[in-house]
């Protein structure tokens, strides 16, 4: 059999080959991407999705009490040097 025979039956064989890898891998991520999530993974998201706004919720909260002390303390210094000054 010709050199080139050989080559041209080597090269249909792979590119054959890769075609059938690619669409069964593309079929089989395509399958795994549209599993429908079961009722526990709606459950988990939900409680993963209220810690993270609780947090969120408590820092704000910490952040607008530190703020209000402050504005206290300012106006706090402001009222002593306010009497300092007419003594």
């Known amino acids: 059999m010709p050199e080139w025979l050989w080559m041209v039956c080597l090269f249909l064989s792979l ?13 089989k991520s395509e399958c795994e991407l549209n599993k429908c999530p079961s009722e526990n993974a709606y459950i988990r998201e939900a409680e993963i999705l209220s810690d993270a706004n609780k947090g969120i919720e408590m820092r704000k909260a910490d952040l607008d009490y530190q703020m209000r002390l402050e ?4 106006e706090q210094e402001k009222e002593k040097a306010k009497w300092t000054q007419k003594d």
């Open 71 to 74: 504005i206290l303390k300012a």
């Open 15 to 27: 590119t054959i080959g890769y075609i059938v890898g690619f669409t069964c891998g593309t079929w």
